[in-house]
């Protein structure tokens, strides 16, 4: 059993991702356009959240502490499956998120990739091709190693071509 789940993971990993963003669009939570060629020459990081999930509740302190000690880096936090925006607001301020919220739901998440389950993770590196992905908790200090052990190489692609995405 073991064996075949281990097939089966190397399988998956090693396909191309069905789709994932070339752009975005979404307006924040004060009424600002955010959009992916935005953040040219800076790791763009997308995070799904929702307030009622404990690993996305543990994440925000090192989203935030990123946010705001590195220049090079961007973080939007889309948060789903709410019931009241007002309640969101409150909870964001509550953690002192200084990052963008988004009011997010499918229609907003596809523009990104699949979010199977929260707290999902998306990064962009700076010449805005997607590096990678997460599903759970994810830490500053492995976000910061991903990017130190993969600098973006602008010639590494050509136009129109994206990688496939690493899984984090």
């Not at 607001?89 to 739901?105: C, E, N, Q, R, T």
Request: net charge positive.
């Amino acid at each position: 059993m073991q064996r075949a789940l281990a097939i089966l993971l190397c399988v998956l990993l090693s396909l191309p991702p069905l789709s994932y963003a070339r752009g975005f669009v979404f307006t924040d939570s004060t009424g600002k356009k955010l959009t992916l060629s935005d953040y040219k020459g800076k790791w763009v990081l997308i995070n799904f959240w929702a307030t009622w999930c404990p690993p996305c509740l543990k994440e925000i302190p090192d989203l935030v502490s990123l946010y705001e000690s590195r220049k090079d880096v961007v973080v939007i936090g889309i948060a789903m499956d709410y019931q009241n925006p007002k309640t969101v607001m409150k909870f964001a301020d509550s953690l002192s998120i200084s990052y963008p919220i988004v009011l997010g739901d499918r229609k907003i998440a596809a523009q990104i990739g699949p979010v199977s389950m929260l707290p999902t993770t998306y990064l962009f590196d700076p010449a805005g091709q997607p590096a990678a992905y997460k599903v759970g908790l994810i830490s500053r200090e492995s976000l910061e190693e991903f990017m130190r052990e993969n600098p973006p190489s602008p010639q590494s692609h050509p136009p129109g071509e994206t990688s496939q995405r690493k899984r984090k």
